[in-house]
């Protein structure tokens, strides 16, 4: 098998997902908005196949609504997925205690690559966060993959004072499953 050399918005998005629904105090339903951006393509193929992914993590699809056959709702155990392909919606929504979740998720490469993409990549994705219409108490996450440049630039980014005032979270999210990150 051959070792990944990128990670795809689509998995951070449904990894960072599944983690705050296992977290205490998690509701048992989030939704999970994977647009056109978020679908990398290999050709006809995508780069990452989201009904499989899901099917070998235990989700079962129990509706599918909308135009692609990987959307709709997906359960496991008591918890849910709603999956879409909503432009312009927060990728992952959900609900922690009494707190709304909401995340904004981006791809990027598991190895080291020439340019340094990852400082663009958490720049993007960081600028996407700050122009939400967030509301009051929402806890705002950005997720990237963990690698080591990813998570340098994070440690610094995190205690960048204007960071701090937005209350934004990054997290670090890696292709076995584990996040981590100042909330997480």
Not at 55 to 79: C, F, I, L, M, P
Not at 126 to 145: R, T
Request: charged letters at 20%; hydrophobic letters at 40%; aromatic letters at 6%.
């Amino acid at each position: 098998m051959q070792v990944p050399t990128r990670m795809s918005e689509a998995e951070v998005a449904i990894r960072l997902a599944e983690r705050f629904l296992n977290m205490p105090g998690a509701g048992p339903v989030a939704t999970v908005a994977i647009d056109g951006a978020g679908i990398e393509m290999k050709g006809q193929n995508p780069f990452f196949d989201i009904a499989s992914f899901l099917a070998a993590n235990g989700w079962k699809q129990a509706t599918q609504k909308g135009t692609r056959d990987w959307h709709g709702v997906y359960s496991r155990e008591k918890q849910e997925l709603h999956i879409s392909s909503t432009s312009g919606a927060a990728d992952v929504v959900l609900r922690l205690g009494d707190r709304r979740v909401v995340a904004e998720c981006k791809g990027g490469p598991l190895v080291k690559r020439d340019g340094s993409p990852e400082y663009r990549i958490l720049k993007e994705v960081l600028g996407q966060a700050l122009i939400w219409s967030a509301l009051p108490g929402d806890l705002l996450i950005v997720a990237v993959p963990d690698t080591p440049r990813f998570r340098k630039i994070a440690c610094e980014w995190q205690q960048r004072p204007l960071v701090i005032k937005t209350g934004i979270q990054i997290a670090l999210i890696s292709p076995s499953g584990d996040v981590s990150g100042p909330m997480l």
